[in-house]
């Protein structure tokens, strides 16, 4: 009794209820693919966002890792650029030995780091004992007249004069007056201590990093090569030249200001009659 109906050009009949039921599988096959597809993208966008989430943690972690060690790295990199050439003569003198060339150049570093700390240490060793001595005289027989050049000073010359012979003679008075200094001082010293005990360690952390990157110099080179000529071509590789010879340039330039401000500063104490002007 249901209705036949034909299906393209064959004499074929089928119900019009199976013909609904396809159609209604169709449909919701479907929409139980579409829904699958969207679980996907979603399921992409989450594993995309969390791999983001990792490597961003990574990077600040690495960050954070370095960050205390950043001017070591930057100061060895300051060291290779400017040893450089050099570098490569020695290696050529020393016929390609290019491990025992690195080691040379770390302690030709090291040494003029290192002996000038070495002096001045040994200088202020050495004084330590006059430091001391003059100290418990001032302690004891107080500062003494005040120098003619104080009562000299226009307007204040005689009040100045007046208070260091008040105070010169008043030794308990004398103490109490650098008693609130001394804690200052201490902290002073205490400071520069830690401040020059970070300045080494800071120092012999680069001079480490120096040697093992001059000894791979040459492949870090051609790395930083390959990559500038990547992203500009020649010319980039032509600016990644004209960096290094501008660092190298700043460099020389600072230490030949400096020295030319220390021989300066000694004449000037030589001339001031400032005994060890050096």
């Given at each position: 009794?249901?209705?036949?109906?034909?299906?393209?050009?064959?004499?074929?009949?089928?119900?019009?209820?199976?013909?609904?039921?396809?159609d209604?599988?169709?449909?919701?096959?479907?929409q139980?693919?579409?829904?699958?597809?969207?679980m996907?993208?979603?399921?992409?966008?989450?594993?995309?966002?969390v791999?983001?989430?990792?490597?961003?943690?990574?990077?600040?972690?690495?960050?954070?890792?370095?960050?205390?060690?950043?001017?070591?790295?930057?100061?060895?990199?300051?060291?290779?650029?400017?040893?450089?050439?050099?570098?490569?003569?020695?290696?050529?003198?020393l016929r390609?030995?290019t491990?025992?060339?690195?080691?040379?150049?770390?302690?030709l570093?090291?040494?003029?780091?290192?002996?000038?700390?070495?002096y001045?240490?040994?200088?202020?060793?050495?004084?330590?004992?006059?430091?001391?001595?003059?100290?418990?005289?001032?302690?004891?027989?107080?500062?003494?007249?005040?120098?003619?050049?104080?009562?000299?000073?226009?307007?204040?010359g005689?009040?100045?004069g007046?208070a260091?012979?008040?105070?010169?003679?008043?030794?308990?008075?004398?103490?109490?007056m650098?008693?609130?200094?001394?804690k200052?001082?201490?902290?002073?010293i205490?400071?520069?201590?830690?401040?020059?005990?970070?300045?080494?360690?800071?120092?012999?952390?680069?001079?480490?990093?120096?040697?093992?990157?001059?000894?791979?110099?040459?492949?870090?080179?051609?790395?930083?090569?390959?990559?500038?000529?990547?992203?500009?071509?020649e010319?980039?590789?032509?600016?990644?030249?004209?960096?290094g010879?501008?660092?190298?340039?700043?460099?020389f330039?600072?230490?030949?200001?400096?020295?030319?401000q220390?021989?300066?500063?000694?004449?000037?104490?030589?001339i001031?009659?400032?005994p060890?002007?050096?």
């Amino acid at each position: 009794g249901q209705p036949q109906h034909d299906v393209g050009n064959v004499g074929v009949h089928v119900p019009r209820a199976q013909i609904f039921r396809g159609d209604l599988r169709k449909a919701l096959f479907e929409q139980t693919k579409g829904e699958e597809n969207i679980m996907s993208e979603n399921t992409k966008q989450v594993e995309k966002l969390v791999l983001l989430s990792i490597i961003a943690l990574l990077i600040i972690g690495s960050i954070m890792m370095i960050l205390p060690f950043l001017r070591a790295i930057l100061w060895t990199v300051v060291f290779a650029v400017t040893i450089w050439p050099y570098f490569i003569k020695l290696e050529k003198a020393l016929r390609g030995r290019t491990s025992l060339a690195a080691v040379i150049c770390t302690l030709l570093l090291a040494l003029i780091f290192f002996v000038p700390m070495v002096y001045v240490g040994y200088k202020l060793a050495s004084q330590a004992s006059v430091a001391l001595d003059y100290t418990e005289e001032l302690m004891e027989k107080g500062l003494g007249p005040p120098p003619l050049w104080l009562k000299s000073i226009p307007l204040v010359g005689e009040k100045l004069g007046g208070a260091w012979q008040t105070t010169g003679q008043d030794t308990p008075k004398l103490i109490e007056m650098v008693k609130p200094h001394i804690k200052v001082l201490l902290g002073s010293i205490v400071s520069a201590g830690a401040g020059m005990a970070q300045i080494i360690l800071i120092t012999v952390l680069s001079l480490i990093l120096f040697l093992l990157v001059v000894k791979e110099g040459h492949s870090i080179r051609n790395s930083l090569e390959k990559m500038a000529v990547r992203l500009g071509g020649e010319k980039g590789r032509r600016l990644l030249l004209v960096a290094g010879s501008t660092m190298r340039s700043v460099v020389f330039g600072i230490l030949i200001a400096a020295l030319i401000q220390g021989i300066l500063a000694i004449f000037g104490l030589w001339i001031s009659g400032v005994p060890s002007p050096v």
